[in-house]
């Protein structure tokens, strides 16, 4: 029988433990029961979000922004299934306030097609579009005529919108991370490779995340050269991966070998 490792619990369940979807057999990377708890946890955490964060939107405001847009998605026009956005997610939690944005605000909403509110979802919208926008058959017209709009009800310039919400979501990444490790290490887990490939894909710098988010437990374990070499070894084999050099395993394992050395007169 064939079983596949939950991504979330690490544990190998049979394939009928996951629903449907894009990964490895045609099957998620989380099982049922940690999906399960996911939905459950990111409703409840919606849920409080949005009574916790800032609300002032009023009716006049609400109909404006439709008025704006034409009562069509401001990135695809179209005019059916409509909802009113938020452009900076509820899940980012409070991180977005420091930044001057978010919440059910007028400058934070803006109408879409359920289709692109649910390709949205927690992730950032500027990355997300900007980079796949083609995907989801957004123009760059309307791209920009959207930012332009959001940038200008924020009081910024576009180009500073989007570096504000860039950082932002920087933010909410490095904390998110960084907490997971925090509750790790407080209960002596050994780090392992992919949650340092995690940090490595979401392009986070470890040793500042650490330096800011990391109890001070956290940041004695990484500043063991265990650790220091782990991180090491597995920005390397990314960046192998990424430059779609294909050598072979014995060649990347001296190169690796051969950085450690290296690293470790560095660091003596
Ligand atoms: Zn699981």
């Given at each position: ?172 990444q ?25 940090a490595?894909r979401r392009n986070l ?64």
């Open positions: 029988m064939v079983n596949k490792t939950c991504s979330k619990c690490r544990q190998a369940k049979p394939l009928d433990e996951y629903n449907k979807g894009k990964g490895r057999f045609g099957k998620i990377a989380v099982c049922k029961s940690c999906s399960k708890e996911r939905n459950k946890a990111s409703i409840d955490r919606r849920r409080a979000n949005l009574m916790s964060l800032p609300r002032y939107l009023t009716e006049e405001q609400e109909v404006s922004i439709f008025e704006h847009f034409n009562n069509s998605c401001a990135l695809t026009g179209l005019k059916d299934k409509l909802c009113l956005d938020h452009f900076v997610p509820l899940d980012w939690g409070v991180t977005p306030l420091k930044y001057g944005l978010g919440g059910t605000t007028f400058p934070n909403m803006i109408p879409f097609h359920i289709s692109i509110n649910s390709a949205k979802n927690a992730m950032n919208p500027v990355m997300l579009f900007e980079r796949y926008g083609e995907k989801y058959n957004i123009s760059a017209d309307r791209w920009n005529a959207a930012l332009k709009y959001l940038a200008e009800k924020n009081g910024l310039s576009v180009a500073d919108y989007t570096n504000r919400v860039n950082a932002c979501y920087m933010e909410v490095s904390d998110r991370w960084a907490t997971g490790i925090n509750k790790k290490v407080e209960t002596n887990g050994e780090i392992v490779g992919w949650e340092i490939e995690r490595l710098n470890i040793q500042v995340v650490i330096e800011l988010f990391g109890t001070s437990k956290t940041k004695d374990y990484f500043r063991t050269t265990k650790v220091s070499e782990m991180i090491a070894r597995r920005k390397f084999e990314m960046e192998v991966r990424q430059s779609k050099v294909k050598r072979n395993l014995v060649e990347i394992t001296k190169e690796v070998e051969r950085l450690l050395v290296e690293y470790r007169k560095r660091n003596q």
